[in-house]
């Protein structure tokens, strides 16, 4: 069974920690992406990656930063969390190549941070 | 730029009734289309999807059909089950983008 992965489901911090979330997926894809729900706003987009080492930002990606050093994870950092920051983070991968209009995104079960 | 538009909930059902949750895009190109399903407490999942005009999607008793001329992609049910009750998202992709455009969501509860 195909599978992406979230280091914690929930995670409380304190305002001006470093936070680090992990995103680990098994099925090879090229493409991997870091989203914030929030009630009301929907999926927001932080950033996402096509490639190892590769980062583009997304629409919010203010506070935050990514690390990509293997295919298979994708970090995302908070480098000074606020309690703005407080939310549901969601990971997900898809699949590139000549077929990647067809391709779905497959999500973890997301992280619910909460910033003190 | 590519945009969706989904009605806004929460859509309230009783157990057995008619469900449709509109869904209309703007994109440049000829977009794939798809609906995730997200239950509570869970990561989205996909439901659906349809690649080309007049393509049905499928699955688990929900329905969508690709409408080109209409640009929709509605999701149906012909009998909602209290099961079923979680936050629906149409979404699109189009070529040449890594990244697909979602709606807003609409969350739908069953009641018994």
């Known amino acids: 069974d195909v599978k992406v992965t979230q280091s914690s489901r929930y995670l409380v911090k304190r305002t001006g920690e470093k936070v680090f979330l992990e995103c680990v997926q098994d099925?090879?894809?090229?493409?991997m992406f870091w989203y914030r729900q929030d009630p009301g706003l929907g999926l927001r987009l932080i950033y996402f990656?096509?490639?190892?080492?590769?980062?583009e930002k997304g629409d919010i990606p203010e506070g935050y930063s990514v690390s990509r050093e293997k295919k298979e994870r994708f970090s995302l950092i908070l480098e000074s969390a606020s309690t703005n920051q407080t939310s549901m983070y969601l990971c997900?991968?898809?699949?590139?190549?000549?077929?990647?209009?067809?391709?779905?995104?497959?999500f973890g079960p997301g992280t619910r941070l909460t910033v003190l | 730029g590519n945009s969706v538009t989904q009605m806004e909930g929460p859509v309230t059902l009783s157990e057995e009734a008619f469900l449709t949750i509109n869904c209309t895009y703007t994109?440049?190109?000829?977009?794939?289309l798809f609906w995730y399903v997200q239950y509570p407490g869970e990561g989205l999942q996909l439901l659906l999807k349809?690649?080309?005009?007049?393509d049905k999607g499928s699955n688990k008793g929900f329905e969508a059909t690709y409408r080109k001329e209409t640009t929709s992609f509605h999701l149906e049910k012909g009998s909602v089950q209290v099961s079923d009750s979680a936050v629906y998202f149409c979404?699109?992709?189009?070529?040449?983008?890594?990244?697909?455009?979602f709606g807003r969501g609409t969350s739908l509860i069953v009641h018994p």
């Open positions: 990656s096509y490639d190892v080492k590769m980062k």
């Open positions: 979404a699109l992709r189009t070529g040449g983008s890594y990244i697909p455009t």
């Open positions: 349809a690649t080309k005009a007049d």
């Open positions: 994109a440049t190109g000829y977009p794939s």
């Open positions: 997900a991968s898809s699949a590139s190549g000549t077929s990647a209009i067809y391709n779905e995104q497959f």
């Open positions: 099925m090879d894809h090229e493409n």
